[in-house]
T-cell receptor
Framework: GAVVSQHPSRVICKSGTSVKIECRSL??????MFWYRQFPKQSLMLMAT?????????EQGVEKDKFLINHASLTLSTLTVTSAHPEDSSFYIC?????????????FGPGTRLLVL | RKEVEQDPGPFNVPEGATVAFNCTYS??????FFWYRQDCRKEPKLLMS???SGYEDGRFTAQLNRASQYISLLIRDSKLSDSATYLC????????????FGKGTKLSVKP
């Protein structure tokens, strides 16, 4: 099956620093990648849709200047949490859709646990 | 009304039991429906897609009732390895493929 990787898997940082998370589709090309956030005992919430070569589309309530998304190639999207604060601590998961397949299946990365002290 | 609603559980069942999960969705324009499973502190993994009124895959059966905006998942002969949180997921038409997740139903299968 399609494989999506994320790096890093876990990060601990000080308040005020920026953290970059990478999402890669390893064996397929993804024109669209999605970034989700999941707080404990909550459902996955879509933050933004990342489109290769164009600006990301953010969901209501998600600050685009705080969560910078770059989708520079068909296999890589990055999410940068700028000036992170403790309330940004969460499980960040990306997913990717295979540009060749017509079905709507999204393949999820293993997630990144962010802890902001 | 929440977009996708599920009974949070937990469902605690013995091995070999049959267990059913229910899910309702609010957007009548929804076109695609999925069940994912999520293990503790892991990413969701697709269990099955539900494109018609019923779909069976081994011990798992999913049913869709568009009129009632209701989806179900039935697990027969449950195994210890079935213990996980089961997420009902809906894709709304015209949403660029955005998935809307329910909070999930936690299943714990005991020996």
């Amino acid at each position: 099956g399609a494989v999506v990787s994320q790096h890093p898997s876990r990060v601990i940082c000080k308040s005020g620093t920026s953290v970059k998370i990478e999402c890669r589709s390893l064996d397929f090309q993804a024109t669209t990648m999605f970034w989700y956030r999941q707080f404990p005992k909550q459902s996955l919430m879509l933050m933004a849709t990342s489109n290769e070569g164009s600006k990301a589309t953010y969901e209501q309530g998600v600050e685009k200047d705080k969560f910078l998304i770059n989708h520079a190639s068909l296999t890589l999207s990055t999410l940068t949490v700028t000036s992170a604060h403790p309330e940004d601590s969460s499980f960040y998961i990306c997913s990717a859709r295979d540009r060749i397949r017509t079905e709507e299946t999204q393949y999820f990365g293993p997630g990144t646990r962010l802890l902001v002290l | 009304r929440k977009e996708v609603e599920q009974d949070p559980g937990p469902f605690n069942v013995p091995e070999g039991a049959t267990v059913a999960f229910n899910c309702t969705y609010s957007n009548s324009a929804s076109q695609s429906f999925f069940w994912y499973r999520q293990d503790c502190r892991k990413e969701p993994k697709l269990l099955m897609s539900v494109y018609s009124s019923g779909y069976e895959d081994g011990r798992f059966t999913a049913q869709l009732n568009r009129a009632s905006q209701y989806i179900s998942l039935l697990i027969r002969d449950s195994k210890l390895s079935d213990s996980a949180t089961y997420l009902c997921v809906v894709n709304a038409r015209g949403s660029q493929g955005n998935l809307i997740f329910g909070k999930g139903t936690k299943l714990s299968v005991k020996p």
